[in-house]
C-alpha cells in the first residue's frame, strides 16, 4: 500500500527557488527601467517598493540580450563580489526570497549556483557565501544543489548545522561519491532516478536505477528517513505517457522500499509548456500524493499540498486535467482545446 500523508503538515517542501538559473522579464511586471535608462527587477516588502539594480556588465551577458534578467544570479554575485552598497542590495534580495518560502511553509531552502559564473573556482566562492549569508538570516536548513560534486562540497563544508541537518542534492549513479559525502556531512539526501547513460525512457528504467543507488546508500549506512527518492517528472506537454511512467514509479519506490523512504521531484517540471500551470501541478501533485509521495521540489508560494489535496474533484478543469496527466489525451489537444474555449477559467 502506498504511504498516504493524511494532511498537508507531513508533507516535507524543500524550496527551490532560490536558484541562479531564475528569471524575469525585461519591461515586464517584475522590470522596472528608471528615466535614465538604468534597469532593475522590483519586489515589495511591507508595501515597501524595492529595487535591485542591475550592473553594467550583466547587459553584454546572453540572457540580458535575449530580454531576461537573471535576478538571483545578480544578487549572488552582488553578495559575493559586490562594493558595499551592493553587497546589501544583494543580501537585501535573498532574504526577502527566504522570508517567503519561510513563510510559505518550506521546510528546506535549495540553493543552487551553478549559473553564476562558468568558472568553477567562482561558483564555489558564490556556494560558500550564499550558504553562511542564508545561514545568518534563515531558521531553514539548506539544500545544497549543484550539478558538480565539488560545488556541493562547498556548500556542505561552508554550512555551521545551525539550522539543523543539510540536504544534498543529489546522489546518482553518475556520481556515487556523493553517498560518501552525504555521510560525512550528516546531509539528508535527494536520489536521482538517472543512471550514468542520462535520464530514464519509462518506470521500469526508473525504477532500476532507483533500486540500484538506493540500496548502494543503504549499504553504506544512510537511513531510509533520510533519502528522498526523485523519480524525475517530465514535461507532460512532451510526451502523454510521462505522467503514468512517474505515478507507477512513485508506486513501485513504495513497494519496493516501504514507508520510511522519501519520494521528492520538482512537482512544477510537468508542467512546462502547458497553460494553466498551476491547474496542472495540483493536479498532478494530488495524483503523485495519492501514489505515495511524501515530499517535493517545490515553489511554496504557487505549489499547495493544501490546495492539492482540496481539489475539486468533479470539476471539469480538475477532470481535463487528470485526463492529460494519465496519458488520455495525446499532445494536449482535448486540454489546448478547452482552455481555448475558456473552460479551464474556473480553475
Do not use: C
Not at 519561510?102 to 528546506?108: C, I
Request: net charge negative.
Amino acid at each position: 500500500m502506498p504511504k498516504l500523508i493524511s494532511n498537508s503538515d507531513q508533507f516535507t517542501v524543500i524550496g527551490e527557488n532560490i536558484h541562479a538559473t531564475r528569471v524575469v522579464k525585461r519591461g515586464g511586471i517584475r522590470g522596472h527601467v528608471y528615466e535614465d535608462g538604468r534597469e532593475a527587477v522590483k519586489y515589495t516588502i511591507d508595501g515597501d517598493r524595492r529595487f535591485l539594480d542591475v550592473p553594467d556588465h550583466f547587459k553584454s551577458t546572453q540572457p540580458y540580450k535575449q530580454g531576461n534578467l537573471k535576478h538571483f544570479q545578480i544578487a549572488m554575485w552582488m553578495g559575493t563580489y559586490g562594493e558595499a552598497n551592493q553587497v546589501e542590495a544583494g543580501k537585501a534580495y535573498i532574504k526577502y526570497e527566504i522570508d517567503r518560502q519561510t513563510s510559505a511553509g518550506a521546510n528546506y531552502l535549495d540553493l543552487n549556483v551553478d549559473e553564476s559564473s562558468y568558472r568553477l573556482d567562482e561558483q564555489k566562492k558564490t556556494m560558500r557565501w550564499l550558504v553562511k549569508f542564508v545561514g545568518s538570516v534563515s531558521t531553514l536548513p539548506p539544500s545544497i544543489d549543484s550539478s558538480n560534486p565539488e560545488i556541493i562540497e562547498a556548500g556542505l563544508a561552508a554550512y555551521e548545522g545551525l539550522q539543523g541537518r543539510p540536504m544534498l542534492n543529489s546522489i546518482a549513479l553518475e556520481r556515487p561519491e556523493a553517498i560518501d559525502m552525504a555521510i560525512k556531512y550528516d546531509a539528508r539526501a535527494i536520489v536521482m532516478a538517472s543512471n550514468e547513460a542520462g535520464m530514464p525512457n519509462d518506470a521500469n528504467e526508473r525504477l532500476e536505477n532507483i533500486g540500484r543507488i538506493v540500496e548502494m546508500a543503504l549499504g553504506k549506512g544512510i537511513a531510509k528517513d533520510d533519502l528522498f527518492v526523485d523519480p524525475l517528472y517530465f514535461p507532460i506537454a512532451v510526451d502523454s505517457n510521462y505522467g503514468n511512467h512517474a505515478l507507477t514509479t512513485i508506486e513501485g519506490i513504495r513497494s519496493e522500499f516501504g514507508h520510511e523512504i522519501h519520494i521528492a521531484g520538482g512537482i512544477s517540471n510537468v508542467s512546462f509548456g502547458i497553460p494553466k500551470r498551476r491547474l496542472i501541478n495540483d493536479v498532478f501533485l494530488y495524483l503523485a500524493i495519492q501514489a505515495g509521495v511524501d515530499s517535493g521540489i517545490i515553489d511554496p508560494i504557487t505549489t499547495s499540498a493544501k490546495r492539492s489535496l482540496t481539489i475539486d474533484l468533479e470539476s471539469v478543469p480538475v477532470q481535463i486535467a487528470m485526463d492529460l496527466l494519465k496519458g488520455n489525451d495525446d499532445f494536449a489537444m482535448n486540454y489546448i482545446t478547452a482552455f481555448r474555449a475558456g473552460d479551464l477559467d474556473n480553475s
